[in-house]
């Protein structure tokens, strides 16, 4: 429509052709310009008769922009990392079934099955949730690379990590809910409660994991894998590795309900299965795990392929529907526990690692006894797996009227405002006998 | 006050179409103008704010009209301590302000300085870059591991947490809008008559006792008009604390709350009433100090402004003040320079190396972007300047029923965080087609031109109503008793007049609508169709493209910083054009 | 109260390039109401704030009593000023603007009280003590500000145009009240002002000033009498001015006119000077030829009540001949010839 304005008339000729011929294929995206441009310019290279147009939103926004515009849609494409959003949206029917051909693509990446069974959303590069770190960082600061998830819960990392907000980042709410299945619900929340005691920051945005890692604001990062592979391809000091328990997991495309132009879609979705568009995803500012097997024969020294190293991401089995049972929960009680609470429960991992230190001195079996008592409060949870399952109680986090008479029990602030009052004052409490413990 | 005032303009409308025997006659076209942008504040500004603030009074469960959601807000502890943080914040961000701004309007106005203009013109420079920007550009020099706190390690095995928590979000937010004050002060300042300061000299006071009893006092609705406007603008803000992962703020638990997947959650909606409530008190509490209070006219036979010597000794010590100043204020530039030529820059003061190569990633991948912000500030601030001389000259010179309500509702949109606005928008003008295309308007560019309209409208609308002020009404009856039409007499003689403070005021709207992020991020529907901030924004994702979104930034605040020099320029001439009828 | 004298000695000052005071000399006695009378740009106000210490520093010397002020801050000086726009704070009632100099003087609360409430007294106005400025009328802000400077007891008072933004009746009044009050509080005053009638009717002596230089001091009935140029009988009251030459004849002197008419001068009058300034109220018109008469013809005439004014052609020049009216006179019709008999005991060679 502004081409009409900036555009002299040939072009405007130019452009009205290429209209006719495949037309406009509006893509909703979570992946950053780096990655989309790339992509985009193979697949109009290799199809010039479409036209990609990239909205860039964060995934969470994107769903909310899809949902927002449902009623006279304009977008063809959705395209993020995150399944539980593609789950989500296709819970309120705003996706659309398409056949797409496929070969040479296998079912699954690590224990992840690639495609929604029913075909509504399809993977087509891989990626998993890992560690980096800043080299510099960790050299000035005197520490070494964390290899497993609750070496981030050390002592000597308190105060050096950093991590993006589960309600924030779809990929971030993939490697909470990974540890809470991996664990178990009371464990997983335990060790998200112990790393986070570690915290520098909680950031807003996914990329402000990488972002502060890659500036040294933070030595450690809890990232999704491209972005430490991207950091370190610009030439940032900065390393990345996998934990054993990490979910692989695949990033996904799915045609919008209603779209414009379902062709376009369709024809843009086929090609990144390809094997050209399959390399696209090994250029240096993207690294993505590609999903076809025979791509990793073009990848750089170094560089990881699921498909051989059986250790990456293959000691958990993630369960899709228990995830999207419990999505907004989990996340409501992420920014209840940890985000909103960062400080409180910094300060009181921050004495607790004192009064252990102290205790491994004087081997004082008071203040162990103490000690253990402050990581009960610590660790403990408002509410329990069950009913965290429980479909009437998740859905107060849920809830979207359809109809005026659509009931709902109790209101959401109700519950957060409980479960607030809850943790400040166990982490007040953990605190005190941290302070009393370290006094003995 | 606004939502009665428009409601009756509202009427008024509809009135006119009903009854056209008895109303149309006496409707003039100052009358048409007015009924016109009327409607045009209450289509933009006024349906989609009340769309977003309904659902705050809506039960979630039944959809009930209910007050239970203020009363959860204010039983969430969470929610009053974001409250208080952000009440904190702002007031906190006035008082380092004014810190800053105090010493630069001082020494610029009341002395006989070189480089004044300049030292103005610089300090107007830090508006005009997003705070997002900033608030990157300032962690990399004075976050936790940035240039000053790695460099004071080494040194004195010291660092300072400018940048930790709230810390981080005062000292942005008052390097970002320190302008606003040190403009008004400047001019309050420029304003008072030499005889006030004489007089009391004369009478004994001096130095710090006069500035306090005498000068500080009398620029006070200047100073006080700045900064209900930094503390409204930083109560609002959300960029920032979002950037610098400070949640526990009421524009941030907002914006959390609105955009988070599948959470109809009411809250978001009760923090965007009370950021729009008490922004609209803020205002409306200047606005009480300030009536009665404007002192800065300058009174017959006085003697206009006082600028004394500086003795060498004080020289010194006030071009080292300012020089301390700028390089505080300008780091966000230096950092975001640095950053632009920089090759890597991590965990060290400076960059490890320096390259081009960030401009020309960024000149081949933002052309479309700076096109776009031409287009889009430059249709908003045309419209802004149109429609602020139409509602300075109605509010002034016309006695149309209403007039002060149509002021008051342009004005408003200051109190409207730019994300309520956009969340507006999108509901709003989702269900309307565009005439032809049949794209939803929501996702229609024009519309983000028109979002930046109303958000500059208030700055517009005070840079007319200004220049108007200063247009006596005798030159205007003198045009009309020699026969000119009403029409005629504004074409030839009131606009003409005007058109110094119009042309500062189309820039001041441009600059800042060029750099504005907090409505169009919402409303860009696709990457073809967005602005130069959004552009930063989108290479300021990925860890390759930081340098060329630091690129991209300077480019913008170099063309608006010629942009605002240009209007200082406009300004300086046409008061030397108006002053040099009554030298003595 | 203590009575200050002023002595200023070759007093020079420049706004960079311009030089505004070019070498005044002056000195005022104690007690004395003084007016600096010039028109504007003449250097009048710029002396009056070298006086309060106002402005570049002069070279020279300006002696208040015997302690020379210049290179003084103005805060040290004790000099009182009214300015011409009053300069009353709007942001403080009447009563802080009046105690300001006190409580700068750092002057015990218990004791500014009475003294505002004196000075206000004095001007009149105790009752509006409680009053911000902006509710004040011109005349009453006046004497606020009057009040204002005469509360800290200055060693001198300086007057900036005082009466210029008031309206003509008020005016009138003001300056009495001025002179009043001076002459109670018996304060050495300066009064600046471009009017030549509020200069006579208030100050015992004053100085005529043009182009930064001191044209003539005297009491205001010498400078009207005996201008001692053309600039001062010009500026004070209105002349007319023929040109031409002394002839003397033994005792007997006459003015020989460019036109050629004679004009007999009495015995004494100075014999030399190319001018002779004759006042409108000293010539009469006459319908015959007389002794000592020009001849001329009406070209206008106004009627002022008591007097009426006629523009007559005469001796080269138009000259304005005033005479008084009463009922039933006869006027001088416009191109009506006629004779001007001049009064030559009070006209002035220059």
């Known amino acids: ?440 | 006050m606004s939502s009665s005032s428009s409601s009756s303009g509202a009427q008024a409308a509809g009135l006119s179409d009903r009854v056209p025997n008895w109303l149309v006659p006496n409707l003039s076209g100052l009358h048409i103008a007015a009924v016109l942008i009327a409607l045009l504040l209450i289509g933009l500004l006024l349906v989609p704010v009340a769309q977003v603030m309904i659902v705050a009074f809506q039960d979630p469960a039944t959809g009930a009209a209910t007050l239970q959601n203020f009363v959860d807000f204010f039983g969430t502890s969470l929610f009053r301590e974001s409250f208080w943080n952000s009440f904190y914040v702002s007031a906190m961000s006035v008082v380092v302000a004014t810190a800053i701004a105090l010493p630069l309007a001082y020494i610029t106005t009341r002395f006989h300085f070189s480089g004044s203009i300049l030292i103005q013109s610089l300090g107007f420079i830090p508006l005009i870059m997003p705070p997002f920007v900033g608030a990157v550009a300032m962690q990399l020099i004075f976050g936790r591991n940035g240039t000053v706190n790695l460099l004071l390690r080494d040194w004195f095995g010291i660092s300072i947490p400018f940048m930790e928590g709230l810390n981080g979000v005062i000292l942005v937010q008052s390097i970002h809008y320190f302008p606003f004050i040190l403009i008004n002060l400047s001019a309050s300042l420029r304003n008072i008559d030499r005889s006030m300061e004489e007089a009391a000299q004369n009478l004994g006071s001096h130095g710090m006792r006069l500035f306090r009893r005498i000068v500080f006092p009398l620029a006070m609705p200047g100073y006080i008009a700045g900064a209900a406007l930094v503390f409204i603008k930083v109560f609002d803000d959300l960029g920032t604390p979002l950037l610098l992962n400070v949640n526990n703020m009421l524009a941030p638990q907002a914006f959390l709350r609105i955009s988070s997947i599948g959470i109809s959650d009411p809250m978001g909606y009760v923090i965007s009433v009370i950021l729009v409530v008490f922004s609209i008190l803020s205002l409306w509490a200047s606005f009480l100090f300030m009536r009665g209070k404007d002192y800065a006219t300058v009174q017959k036979g006085g003697g206009g402004m006082a600028k004394r010597s500086l003795k060498p000794l004080e020289k010194t010590l006030a071009y080292g003040t300012v020089i301390l100043i700028l390089l505080v204020v300008l780091s966000p530039h230096l950092g975001l320079l640095l950053l632009s030529f920089g090759t890597i820059w991590s965990f060290a003061p400076l960059p490890d190396g320096y390259t081009l190569q960030n401009y020309i990633t960024m000149w081949e991948g933002s052309k479309t972007f700076i096109l776009n912000t031409v287009l889009y500030a430059g249709i908003a601030a045309t419209l802004d300047v149109i429609i602020g001389t139409a509602i300075a000259y109605i509010v002034l010179r016309t006695g149309i029923f209403g007039r002060k309500a149509l002021d008051y509702l342009a004005t408003a949109a200051l109190a409207v965080p730019g994300v309520v606005l956009g969340i507006g928008y999108l509901r709003t003008f989702h269900q309307i087609d565009v005439p032809f295309t049949g794209e939803p308007m929501a996702s229609w560019w024009v519309i983000i031109a028109l979002a930046l309209m109303i958000r500059r409208l208030p700055y517009a609308l005070r840079a007319c109503t200004a220049a108007l002020q200063q247009v006596s009404l005798a030159l205007e009856e003198a045009a009309e008793s020699l026969g000119a039409t009403k029409r005629r007499t504004i074409q030839k003689v009131v606009i003409p007049l005007m058109t110094g403070g119009i042309l500062a005021g189309f820039v001041t709207s441009f600059a800042t609508a060029a750099v504005e992020l907090s409505a169009t991020i919402m409303l860009v529907s696709s990457n073809n169709d967005a602005p130069l901030a959004y552009g930063i924004y989108l290479f300021m994702q990925t860890p390759s493209g930081r340098g060329a979104g630091a690129a991209l930034g300077i480019v913008a605040v170099i063309v608006v910083a010629i942009g605002t020099i240009a209007s200082q320029i406009i300004i300086e001439r046409d008061k030397k054009l108006k002053a040099s009828g009554d030298a003595h | 109260m203590t009575k200050a004298g002023i002595k200023i000695e070759d007093v020079h000052l420049s706004f960079g390039e311009t030089e505004v005071l070019k070498g005044v000399n002056l000195d005022i006695k104690p007690g004395e109401f003084f007016a600096f009378l010039g028109p504007s740009g003449s250097g009048k106000s710029t002396l009056l704030r070298a006086i309060a210490g106002f402005g570049p520093d002069p070279r020279g010397r300006i002696l208040i009593g015997d302690r020379n002020v210049v290179g003084q801050s103005p805060w040290k000086r004790n000099v009182g000023m009214v300015f011409q726009s009053y300069a009353l704070w709007p942001h403080m009632s009447v009563r802080d603007n009046v105690g300001f100099g006190l409580k700068e003087r750092k002057l015990p609360n218990a004791q500014i009280r009475p003294k505002v409430d004196a000075a206000l007294d004095l001007v009149g106005l105790a009752h509006l003590a409680d009053r911000m400025p902006n509710q004040l009328s011109g005349g009453q802000q006046q004497r606020i500000a009057l009040a204002r400077t005469i509360v800290v007891e200055p060693e001198v008072l300086l007057l900036d145009e005082p009466l210029s933004n008031l309206d003509a009746s008020l005016r009138v009044q003001m300056r009495r009240e001025l002179l009043n009050l001076q002459r109670k509080l018996g304060l050495t005053t300066i009064f600046v002002t471009h009017d030549q009638e509020e200069a006579n009717t208030t100050s015992d002596r004053m100085a005529v000033l043009d182009g930064g230089v001191i044209q003539q001091i005297g009491t205001p009935q010498e400078l009207y009498d005996t201008p001692a140029n053309l600039f001062v009988a010009n500026f004070l009251g209105t002349a007319n001015i023929l040109k031409g030459r002394v002839e003397a004849d033994g005792t007997a002197a006459r003015f020989v006119t460019e036109t050629g008419d004679h004009l007999s001068l009495p015995a004494g009058m100075r014999s030399s000077g190319s001018n002779i300034v004759l006042r409108p109220q000293n010539i009469t018109l006459l319908r015959e030829e007389g002794p000592n008469t020009l001849t001329g013809t009406i070209s206008h005439k106004e009627f002022l009540g008591s007097q009426i004014r006629y523009l007559v052609n005469a001796g080269g020049t138009e000259m304005v001949v005033d005479q008084s009216h009463s009922a039933g006179l006869d006027w001088f019709e416009t191109g009506t010839q006629v004779f001007l008999q001049t009064n030559t005991s009070s006209a002035i060679v220059l």
């Open chain 1, 1 to 440: 429509m502004r081409g009409t304005i900036l555009s002299s008339v040939a072009t405007l000729a130019l452009m009205t052709t290429a209209a006719i011929a495949g037309g406009k294929v509006t893509v909703i995206t979570s992946f950053p310009d780096s990655m989309t441009g790339p992509i985009e310019a193979a697949f109009e290279a290799a199809h010039p008769e479409f036209d990609l147009e990239i909205l860039n939103k964060k995934t969470s926004a994107g769903v909310k922009y899809i949902q927002e515009i449902a009623g006279d849609n304009t977008a063809d494409i959705f395209w993020a990392s995150a399944p539980d959003a593609f789950e989500v949206l296709k819970g309120d029917q705003l996706l659309s079934k398409v056949t797409i051909t496929s070969e040479g693509i296998p079912d699954r990446i690590g224990a992840y099955p690639l495609n929604d069974p029913e075909g509504y959303y399809f993977g087509f590069a891989g990626a998993g949730y890992g560690i980096m770190w800043n080299e510099r960082y960790l050299k000035a600061n005197d520490l070494a690379p964390a290899k497993e998830w609750m070496d981030l819960a050390g002592a000597e990392y308190h105060g050096h990590v950093g991590m993006s907000a589960p309600s924030r980042s779809g990929t971030t709410h993939l490697t909470v809910e990974t540890l809470l299945q991996g664990e178990g619900w009371d464990q997983g929340w335990s060790q998200w409660k112990r790393i986070a005691g570690n915290f520098r920051t909680v950031t807003e945005r996914s990329f402000g994991v990488p972002d502060g890692v890659n500036t040294g604001n933070f030595g450690l990062g809890i990232v999704i894998d491209f972005f430490g592979f991207s950091s370190k391809a610009s030439g940032f000091p900065v390393d990345f590795a996998y934990p054993t328990v990490t979910a692989l997991v695949p990033a996904n495309v799915a045609v919008v309900a209603d779209a414009p132009n379902e062709d376009g879609a369709v024809t843009f979705i086929n090609y990144m299965l390809t094997p050209e568009g399959q390399s696209v995803l090994l250029d240096p500012a993207i690294m993505r795990l590609p999903i076809n097997p025979a791509t990793y024969a073009e990848a750089p020294e170094g560089f990881p392929n699921p498909f051989e190293d059986s250790t990456i991401g293959a000691s958990v089995k993630f369960d899709v529907e228990k995830s999207g049972a419990r999505y907004n929960l989990v996340n409501s009680m992420f920014d209840v526990m940890i985000t909103y609470r960062l400080d409180d429960l910094r300060a009181a991992v921050g004495a607790l690692h004192e009064a252990e230190a102290r205790y491994s001195e004087t081997g004082n079996e008071e203040a162990k006894a103490l000690i253990d008592e402050a990581w009960a409060l610590i660790d403990a949870n408002p509410i329990d797996e069950a009913q965290s399952l429980d479909p009437e109680f998740a859905g107060i986090f849920t809830k979207k009227r359809r109809k005026a008479t659509d009931e709902v029990g109790e209101r959401q602030a109700e519950i957060e405002q409980r479960w607030d009052a809850f943790v400040v004052e166990n982490y007040a409490r953990a605190t005190e006998l941290a302070n009393k413990a370290a006094a003995m």
